[in-house]
């Protein structure tokens, strides 16, 4: 447990994973539609099991805490645990952040 961190070389991973950061995003938003495209709340949307990112962009469009409070508050019921998440959120939890902002956690 004696290594030494070597700056350079933690310079050197970052800048690496960070060269192609679009193509990153991409990739992970399309990996969240595949896990989540099923959902009750994208398939109001009608992406209709699409899960490429330009469906996305064109069929879903920017939400708020307020447009997404019946779906949470859905899953706090325990009516629908995967209305927004193709794995069940099984905890909910208030947390403050460095901030001092209280932000809603959600596990699954």
Not at 7 to 18: G, K, Q, R
Not at 28 to 40: A, F, Q, V
Not at 92 to 103: D, E, G, K, P
């Amino acid at each position: 447990m004696n290594e030494r961190l070597d700056p350079e070389a933690v310079i050197e991973e970052f800048e690496a994973l960070t060269r192609d950061s679009g193509r990153v995003q991409r990739d992970t938003l399309k990996k969240i539609l595949e896990e989540n495209g099923e959902t009750e709340y994208l398939q109001r949307w009608g992406l209709n099991g699409r899960t490429d990112p330009d469906s996305f962009k064109a069929c879903v469009p920017l939400a708020t805490h307020k447009d997404l409070e019946p779906y949470i508050q859905c899953i706090a019921d325990g009516r629908n645990p995967s209305v927004l998440t193709g794995k069940p959120i099984t905890t909910i939890s208030l947390r403050y952040s460095f901030l001092a902002c209280s932000s809603l956690l959600l596990s699954f």
